[in-house]
């Protein structure tokens, strides 16, 4: 298509564009603009000295007073002299304070810190510690941060249920001419309020201002000061060092164009109007062709007159509709090869999780239009795992992951051609890529499977920054038997944590695991009360705990669950417990849930539990330390696990001998240990008699003496309450 209908349209447009620019912007806008600013240039100049003029007096006027009232004030003095107790020093000094914001209107708030007793007065009230503004005050506290200048913009809140306000704050310290500071007086000015009180010096719809600190943050602003408007004046204050700029706003230089130029606009609109007439008039002529053209393709039933546009002008359109097609085409294309994909993934699923009834002969129909041809009949699954994934996900961005993942799934596919099997795997997880091999006929599957397996372990170990677990499970013939080598493959992977990553898990290798029978919860429960006395046995009980579970194999699944159990079984110890004890559990019980969330290998959950119970110990060893019947208390249970044996033991019996109330003993003692006497001293007994029936050859009631029961059948009931087996099967169990 030649340009001759380009070229008459440029020929028409020239004289009016000429035209209109000519009288809009050399004319009209070149006057108005040049004559304008000079007056604006001036009234901002004005405006922004008299902004740092009013801020810097308000200013200097509140520091002055802070100051004078620093260095003579009783009340002030007074006030760091004492301490928390001294109520009415307190409201002689909130009475001055309060003074302060009367004659100073533009305060926020205030607030004195005393460093002695740490006690904060005013907003935010209390103890230092658990002030809201503790973060800022602590470095002038640390003499970090010089007191006596003002900051810049921050936000502030008393208390945390309450909206932060934004502030700039002065912080005097007291005294004032000694490096030794009794305290600290905080002044927070509001900036909305600072604003409220310059803004009648201006119209904000014609000029803005906006004042930002030495490091440009903003203090105060217009909304019509968005950072894209012209400054025309900038002034720095001698004292606060902020800088004040101000300009028109969007619509100041419009409004004094139409007040004072309206004979300019009169004439630029009357340029326009007849430009505008006389551009319909040519193009109309010179449009018919076109009009025809783009008649003929609004009226296609094939193309969308509004989603093929892309341009302002007809040969926009044209070109869009065009672009439509082939878009069209593309997509088309690109949709049918997603589909197949996701049909085949989804497919793919449904046959190896069992969701769906799929008989044989419809499978293998499903494997020919999937285009799987497998090479045989008999098959295996992988159950290919990324190991430490929370850590893949973080080390990767999600097209790396991507990435790696296709790589892991065609590294899989090439191990098994090179064999000459036939693969077919899928991402069925985020983590876990599962993968149906089908070996030939003439091939050892079980051999095949292992070699295949322990191929793509190596190849990921050597060749990228992770390593992948591998379950496997064969051989199967049919699709039942694919879905159940599919599920004990994935099953296999629970038990990685112990067995180790970067592997390939094999059924056999779990084989005898579910004939060691362990008392889990007899161990957790003495490392709780272990624990909780802080004793030193509590990292014995850890190590017997996690070696029950490496000795039986435990699947990750068991392994939460016993980590629970230690949570809830730690949690009900405490429960009976003073505030501080709480405290200390409550910290480390939430470090306890953390690492239940992030680990991979037992080795790994058990260095993170020793670390955490030997930080809890620490904490409560250092409370039970702090407390003053310690001492009686330790030696009540030396005496009671020495004298263990004696029928005659009791409460009444410590009192005489420690001259201690029989109450005041038991309750201590229960504070101390988390059991009452009773129980501990049926403890000992009962772990005594355990050891004399596996050791030595006694009879019951020579045993039942020796530990402190005359009465054999008060023996056996104890035993039985504790053992859930009487003394004699107790015995019999043991040494069979």
């Known amino acids: 298509m030649n340009s001759s209908w380009f070229r008459k349209l440029l020929l028409s447009y020239l004289p009016v564009f000429f035209v209109v620019v000519t009288i809009l912007f050399f004319v009209f806008f070149q006057s108005l603009n040049e004559q304008n600013r000079k007056e604006a240039i001036k009234a901002n100049e004005f405006l922004t000295q008299q902004v740092v003029l009013f801020t810097d007096n308000s200013l200097k006027t509140l520091n002055y007073q802070v100051l004078r009232d620093t260095l003579t004030a009783d009340e002030i003095r007074l006030f760091f002299a004492t301490d928390n107790s001294d109520v009415y020093r307190n409201i002689e000094a909130t009475k001055l304070v309060e003074d302060w914001k009367l004659n100073n209107p533009i305060i926020d708030s205030v607030y004195l810190i005393r460093l002695k007793d740490n006690f904060v007065l005013g907003s935010g009230a209390g103890e230092a510690t658990k002030f809201e503004d503790q973060p800022f005050i602590q470095p002038y506290i640390s003499q970090k941060v010089t007191a006596g200048k003002w900051t810049g913009k921050r936000s502030f809140r008393p208390y945390a249920s309450e909206k932060p306000t934004d502030v700039i704050t002065l912080v005097q310290g007291y005294p004032h001419f000694s490096t030794t500071k ?172 069992g969701h769906v009834p799929i008989r044989e002969s419809e499978w293998m129909a499903d494997l020919l239009a999937l285009q799987v041809n497998p090479v045989g009949v008999h098959a295996f699954v992988l159950a290919v795992e990324i190991d430490r994934y929370h850590q893949f996900t973080q080390t990767y961005h999600g097209q790396d992951q991507s990435i790696l993942k296709f790589v892991v799934s065609s590294v899989t596919g090439e191990m098994a051609g090179l064999r000459d099997a036939t693969t077919w795997a ?268 596996l050791t030595t050859e006694r009879s019951l009631q020579e045993i039942s003496t020796e530990v402190g029961y005359f009465n054999y059948n008060s023996f056996n009931r104890a035993f039985k309450n504790v053992a859930g087996v009487s003394p004699s099967d107790y015995r019999k169990q043991q040494t069979s």
Not at 447 to 465: D, H, P, T
Not at 626 to 635: C, G, L, N, W
């Open 182 to 353: 009794s305290g600290y007086i905080v002044v927070n000015v509001s900036l909305s309020k600072l604003q409220k009180s310059i803004s009648p010096m201006y119209n904000p719809k014609l000029t803005y201002v906006r004042v930002t600190d030495e490091q440009g943050a903003a203090l105060m602003s217009d909304s019509g000061a968005d950072g894209k408007n012209s400054v025309l004046s900038h002034y720095i204050s001698p004292y606060t060092g902020w800088t004040v700029e101000s300009g028109p706003t969007g619509l100041g230089l419009a409004h004094v164009a139409l007040n004072f130029y309206n004979i300019w606009v009169i004439i630029a609109l009357i340029a326009v109007l007849l430009g505008v007439f006389w551009v319909i008039h040519v193009t109309r002529r010179n449009y018919k062709p076109i009009s025809q053209l783009v008649s003929l393709i609004r009226t296609s039933a094939l193309i969308n007159p509004y989603k093929g546009q892309s341009g302002n002008n007809e040969f926009g359109f044209i070109q869009g509709a065009l672009e439509q097609l082939l878009e069209e085409t593309s997509k088309s294309m690109q949709q049918n090869q997603e589909a197949i994909i996701l049909r085949k993934k989804h497919r793919f699923q449904e046959a190896v999780l």
């Open 426 to 693: 899928e991402w069925i997880t985020d983590r876990r890529l599962s993968a149906i091999i089908w070996v030939p006929d003439d091939a050892d599957g079980e051999e095949l499977s292992v070699q295949i397996g322990e191929q793509i372990v190596q190849w990921v170990e050597s060749n990228l920054s992770f390593t992948v677990t591998i379950g496997v499970h064969g051989i199967a013939s049919n699709l039942e038997g694919i879905r159940r080598s599919h599920e004990i493959a994935g099953n296999l992977l629970q038990y990685k944590a112990v067995l180790g990553t970067g592997r390939l898990l094999l059924p056999e290798q779990l084989e005898g695991s579910e004939q060691r029978v362990h008392d889990y919860f007899g161990t957790i429960h003495a490392l709780s009360q272990s624990v909780r006395i802080a004793d030193g046995t509590w990292q014995k009980h850890i190590e017997e705990l996690f070696s029950q579970m490496q000795d039986s194999i435990s699947s990750r699944k068991e392994i939460e669950s016993f980590l629970q159990f230690l949570h809830q079984q730690l949690n009900r110890v405490f429960l009976e417990l003073s505030k501080d004890y709480r405290s200390v559990w409550k910290d480390s019980g939430a470090e306890l849930l953390e690492l239940g969330l992030n680990w991979e290998t037992l080795d790994e959950l058990k260095r993170g539990c020793l670390r955490v119970f030997e930080e809890m110990a620490s904490k409560l060893q250092a409370l039970k330390d702090s407390q003053r019947t310690r001492a009686v208390i330790s030696d009540i249970r030396t005496f009671i696990e020495e004298n263990y044996h004696n029928p005659e033991l009791s409460l009444d019996y410590l009192s005489d001998q420690f001259m201690i109330h029989a109450k005041n003993i038991s309750k201590l003692f229960k504070e101390a240990y988390g059991y009452n006497f009773v129980d501990f001293l049926i403890g000992l007994r009962m772990d005594k008699a355990k050891q004399l029936l």
